[in-house]
């Protein structure tokens, strides 16, 4: 039985009781009926929380901002690993050239070119790590600038409803179960790429 039912059944049989029982025989001046204090009358009546939730893995696999920097993310991925892999052979071609030249050459001359492949092996490892670090960065910087947009338009979007949370799930996240209609992630989506399609078609007529 529903909490609140099984509260009004009480109070009516309660009710019941005090009005079925005779004055006349009622006579015992102990026998009070409890009255609700002030205090008691005047508490607030608790309002349901209204939650919202969204899917974050159908938001960064939809939203054309999210799908726009990460193709931006793999570009620079491309041509960092490109520059790399161009070091890479000609460091590769000088080392079997060396070996090649190695029985006409000086002890002096072989030392040198020896050295310059020292210098250029340990000036590919630098690079390695200076693109990962970069490219570690960016997707850092992707990521917030992502988290940002979502945040923003939450706040537009919740504004005139009555949402007190927007809890954000995934395929294999901690919520297992939740009722569709809590469900917001189609109009955020909605909403998000309209208004990222306006701010991109804003920042074309700029360029």
Known sequence: MNYALKTLSICFLGMGAVACQNPETNQNPSVTVNQPSALEEAKPVQKL????????????SQYEYA??????????TLKFESTLRQ??????TDMEQLQRDA???SQF??????????RAQENLQLKQEEYTRKLMEIEQGYNRDIHNAINE?????CADKPYEMVLSNSDLGIIRWADKELDITSDVLIG???EYAIQNAENQKVE
């Not at 030392?111 to 020292?118: D, H, S, V």
Request: charged residues 35%.
């Open 87 to 92: 070091m890479e052979s000609k460091l590769r």
């Open 109 to 118: 001359e072989g030392q040198n070119r020896q050295n310059k492949l020292i």
């Open 67 to 76: 799908l726009h920097l990460r193709d931006d993310l793999n570009d620079k």
């Open 103 to 105: 029985p006409t050459l």
């Open 49 to 60: 929380k209204v939650i919202a939730m969204v899917n974050s893995d159908s938001i960064l």
């Open 153 to 157: 338009f939450l706040d537009r979007y």
């Open 192 to 194: 998000l790429n309209e």
